[in-house]
């Protein structure tokens, strides 16, 4: 008999499924292996004899963290312990976008810090692009209510740089879970991630919460450069605008985001150019391995995007998610 559920759990090879009466603990039928169909946290699964035998049709995915299935993002920073940074925060922001998903920004330990002239930088950033934005504090349980609303009826994955405090706020709504989080001791030590699987907790009727392992190592390497602006909604009334129909808005002549660069942030922007110089190295990479030569366009110079054949594109691109995938399931046997 084949049962549906959905996987909130996976420890190396086995699958934890919610059905409607019981959990089931899954492995992966052998041909999902042998098709590279990888089954994550959020999946809708068809069961049977305990293997999972195929998953439903996605809502959304994203591969880092490798969830599907998911209302909103919640990203979560540090306003000290780690220090903010903002390109970091703009990275997590730009990749939900990338892959659609709605994103809420969440401040947490405001306790180590009471700095106005900050929380007004963030809101000056972040509030005209539509970014719910909270500060809490998990060790106080400072605003903890107010997070709480902002899950209310939907499937929230939190997401950030090990170290922000992600456990520490499903802890501060539900201490009964007592998720392992960072002890004091173990401070010093950097680069180590307290969580290191992706689990679904319903913390009431209504909110469900996805604990996410950090990380920090994203990249813009599998886009070009001319599409990395799409992901910034600051730049969408410029559309059109610049001289050159494949202005990178970093330097040419009558480009329309420079001319009224005083209304884009200025971290915003330097997070652009970050991530543009990350989609070069993809750009020149596809440019040398691929087969056929990049051309240029007679009437337009440099129009890459529509030069380079989509194939090609499909296929480094594909590399890339492969590549992300791959560390993921490293990270998933180191643990
Ligand atoms: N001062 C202060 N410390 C906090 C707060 N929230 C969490 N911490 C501390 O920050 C450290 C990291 O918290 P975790 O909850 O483990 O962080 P995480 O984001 O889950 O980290 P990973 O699981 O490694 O991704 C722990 O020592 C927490 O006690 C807070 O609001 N204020
Ligand atoms: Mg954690
Ligand atoms: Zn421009």
Redesign the pocket.
């Known amino acids: 008999m084949v049962i549906r559920g959905q996987v909130f759990k996976i420890h190396s090879d086995f699958y934890y499924v919610k059905c409607e009466n019981e959990v089931l603990e899954c492995k992966l039928r052998e041909v999902l292996k042998k098709q590279q169909k990888k089954v994550v946290v959020g999946d809708f699964v068809e069961v049977e004899d305990e293997k999972i035998q195929n998953f439903l049709p996605r809502i959304n995915y994203i591969p880092r963290p490798a969830v599907s299935n998911i209302d909103q993002m919640i990203i ?1 920073s ?1 306003v000290k ?1 780690p220090e903010l940074n903002f390109t970091q925060l703009d990275r997590y922001i730009c990749f939900a976008k990338y892959y659609k998903i709605p994103v809420k920004l969440c401040f ?5 810090s009471y700095d106005d002239k900050f929380i007004e930088k963030v809101f000056s950033i972040y509030e005209p692009l539509g970014y719910d934005i909270i500060f ?5 349980k400072d605003n903890i209510e107010e997070f709480e609303e902002i899950l209310k009826g939907k499937t929230s994955a939190l997401c ?10 499903i ?1 501060a709504i539900n201490p009964e879970l007592e ?6 001791s ?2 010093t030590e950097r680069g ?4 290191r699987h992706c689990e679904i907790f319903n913390l009431s009727e209504d909110i469900r919460i996805i ?4 990380f920090s190592n994203l990249k813009f390497d599998f886009m070009l450069p001319l599409e990395i602006s799409n992901l910034f909604e600051e730049f969408d009334k410029y559309k059109g605008l610049c001289k050159y129909s494949d202005c990178l808005h970093i330097h040419e002549d009558g480009c329309a985001i420079l001319e009224n660069i005083q209304n884009v942030s200025k971290t915003r922007y330097n997070s652009y150019v970050s991530f543009t110089e990350e989609a070069k190295e993809y750009k020149e990479r596809i440019k040398y391995s691929g087969t056929k030569e990049e051309t240029f366009s007679k009437e337009h110079n440099n129009k890459s995007m529509a030069k380079i054949s989509s194939k090609k594109r499909q296929d480094s691109r594909k590399l890339s998610k492969q590549k992300l995938e791959k560390e993921d399931m490293e990270n998933e046997t180191i643990y």
Request: glycine content about 10%.
């Open positions: 979560v540090a312990e947490n330990k405001s306790d180590l809490t504090s998990a060790l106080e950030g740089n090990s170290g922000v405090g992600k456990s520490s706020l802890n998720l392992r989080t960072k002890n004091v173990e401070k180590t991630h307290t969580t604990d996410t392992p950090g």
